[in-house]
């Protein structure tokens, strides 16, 4: 890559994605190659468009909001998949001209419309086509619709999140279908790659479920290990201890003190040095072991103070500790404003988070906002009438 990168010449530069996609999952992915300079055309249908224009309030200039930060940097057409002349322009797009194809419509429909990745991988070897299921695409729920709460209830991972004995809790973002989204696109990055040395593409395939065992990968290894079902933890982690938020005078910060030295810091910083004589503080097992008895220790002194009285003290000997914040401190937070992550569109509009990762230096930038229904409609398909 050039030392003097242009947005012209980002990674993707030339490669063409084509999105049949809705909601999250495929939006997101096809974000991250749009934002890694891929040509990237959103087939929506005609009407109601991808259901997430819809998924509001709140609204930024008819869309929600959720479809302004998944759908940036795209173009998008309409198409009616019902319509044989409309089938068939599509195909006809998608075999001449794609690159790539990102599909997650409900299992079974887009082999049933003649564009499924079987019958187009046969007419355009190159093609990289990338599917996303509900629960995998084989196997005995293979044909069940799937949404991010039902991935997080059925792999296991909303009943470790919240607190013991409370009610389950679901992780605050749509953790599965960004995940899936993410997979796709490493997924198709590697595919992109490989027909590089080859020349030919391949079929990609990720599913909601399997992203979601993926995040359960360490709980499964714990009860592997140890026979015993792991348990919510709250703001913690299984096995560590001191390492979750504890209540302050004004609200709740994180402290990690998990080994030994990061502990026997803690003590001074608290002001009971004579923990240490204590057989059941000893080491971070026994700590885990008697966390519940520890934490009320702890939080009996940093109720006493601010969180940034403690910040303070726990800064000055190198604890790691974080104040839970809540998105316009973040958007405000001199941290954030100096990574330059948010970012404004062309039209310096609405502020998004931008790609999390740069080239010699430089992040990605957002080029155009999150395009309206059908936007290019004209400008894509008369392209391929003048291109006859």
């Keep these: 890559m050039n030392d003097q990168q242009t947005e012209t010449t980002w990674p993707l530069t030339g490669i063409k994605v084509y999105e049949i996609g809705t909601s999250v999952a495929a939006p997101y992915g096809t974000w991250i190659l749009a934002a890694l300079g891929a040509e990237v055309i959103k087939v929506e249908p005609e009407g109601r468009g991808d259901d997430c224009r819809h998924w509001g309030p709140p609204f930024w200039h008819g869309s929600s909001s959720m479809f302004q930060a998944l759908n940036r940097d795209k173009q998008s057409i309409t198409v009616n998949l019902n319509h044989a002349e409309d089938k068939a322009w599509l195909r006809d797009e998608l075999v001449h001209n794609a690159d790539v194809i990102l ?3 409900r299992p079974g429909k887009i082999a049933s419309l003649g564009l499924g990745s079987d019958e187009l991988c046969k007419l355009a070897p190159r093609l990289v086509y990338c599917n996303i299921w509900a629960f995998g695409q084989q196997g005995p729920m293979a044909d069940k619709p799937g949404y991010d709460p039902l991935m997080q209830a059925y792999s296991g991972l909303m009943g470790l999140n919240g607190e013991p004995d409370r009610p389950p809790v679901r992780v605050g973002t749509s953790i599965i279908d960004m995940g899936t989204g993410m997979w796709c696109g490493i997924g198709i990055l590697a595919a992109l790659l490989e ?9 990609v395939d990720a599913s909601l479920y399997e992203t979601a065992l993926g995040w359960m990968t360490s709980h499964m290894a714990s009860y592997q290990a140890t026979g015993k079902l792991p348990t919510p933890q709250g703001s913690g982690i299984q096995g560590l201890a001191p390492y979750q938020a504890y209540e302050c005078s004004d609200g709740f910060l994180v402290i990690a ?7 026997e810091l803690l003590k001074a910083v608290l002001g009971h040095p004579d923990w240490a004589e204590e057989e059941r503080f000893k080491t ?14 702890i939080t009996a002194i940093l109720i006493e103070h601010p969180r940034v009285y403690w910040e303070q003290k726990l800064d000055g000997v190198g604890i790691p500790n974080s104040p839970i914040k809540q998105v316009d401190e973040v958007l405000n937070d001199p941290q954030t404003k100096a990574l330059g992550i948010v970012q404004e569109s062309a039209e310096h509009a609405m502020k998004l988070v931008g790609l999390p990762i740069s080239f010699n230096g430089k992040r990605p930038p957002i080029r155009n906002e999150a395009p309206s229904l059908g936007a290019q409609n004209s400008s894509v398909k008369n392209e391929k009438k003048e291109n006859k």
């Excluded at 027909?195 to 079929?203: A, D, L, M, N, Q």
């Excluded at 003190?257 to 502990?263: E, R, T």
């Excluded at 971070?284 to 220790?297: T, Y």
Aim: glycine share 6%; proline share 6%.
């Design 103 to 105: 599909q997650n419509m």
């Design 195 to 203: 027909r590089e040395k080859t020349g030919k593409g391949c079929v």
């Design 257 to 263: 003190a998990p080994n030994d030295k990061l502990f």
């Design 284 to 297: 971070n097992p026994l700590r885990f072991e008697n966390k519940a008895a520890l934490n009320r220790l």
